[in-house]
């Protein structure tokens, strides 16, 4: 399937009302574990670990690299607006990020879930999103040096990737044994 036509396939899901149904559910399971199950270490504060990519693979999986990209960028700025309303701290760069790693995550995996792929888009994200561009920002936000940040990011990154590529090996074959979700593409 060429590129254009992945991505007409996909943004196609989005009028149709089970596909929409399926991606607000995941915006929202995106919502709360961007809220709630995100932590930081106390001795690296700019390296945040956490389990809201799992909905996004679901939906990347399901529906491809444009509803991947919704579904990453909205609960982003959502999980930030529910958790703290008072004091709006949207970094639009991390934001720009999140969508990026879905388009990704949406082109790799798009209604193929073997293990390779799956470890080619956590790779693509992390050297194209995760090390660079968000460390770029993170150096514009918190004045440290970028080759520091970059390296500590990566300390704690490059492992954590491993168990995320676990997970979504996982939660993709359990999607794989859900006959509802094949029959509402």
Not at 44 to 58: N, W
Not at 100 to 120: D, H
Not at 154 to 175: C, D, G, H, Q
Request: with cysteine.
């Amino acid at each position: 399937m060429s590129f254009s036509e992945m991505f007409r396939k996909s943004s196609h899901y989005l009028s149709k009302i089970a596909p929409l149904c399926v991606c607000s559910m995941m915006l929202a399971l995106r919502i709360v574990l961007g809220m709630f199950s995100n932590f930081t270490l106390s001795f690296m504060p700019f390296v945040k670990i956490g389990f809201s990519f799992l909905p996004i693979v679901i939906v990347a999986y399901l529906y491809g690299p444009v509803c991947a990209a919704l579904v990453s960028g909205a609960g982003d700025i959502l999980s930030i607006i529910l958790s703290n309303p008072t004091a709006f701290s949207i970094m639009p760069g991390i934001t720009l990020c999140y969508i990026f790693e879905g388009v990704i995550l949406g082109a790799v995996l798009f209604e193929n879930a073997q293990l390779k792929r799956i470890i080619l888009a956590f790779v693509l994200c992390l050297a194209l999103c995760r090390l660079p561009l968000n460390t770029l920002v993170l150096h514009f936000m918190m004045n440290i040096p970028y080759t520091e940040l970059l390296f500590y990011r990566s300390i704690i990154l490059i492992p954590f990737s491993v168990v995320e590529i676990t997970m979504s090996f996982l939660i993709l074959k359990a999607v794989d044994k859900v006959p509802i979700l094949k029959r509402i593409r």
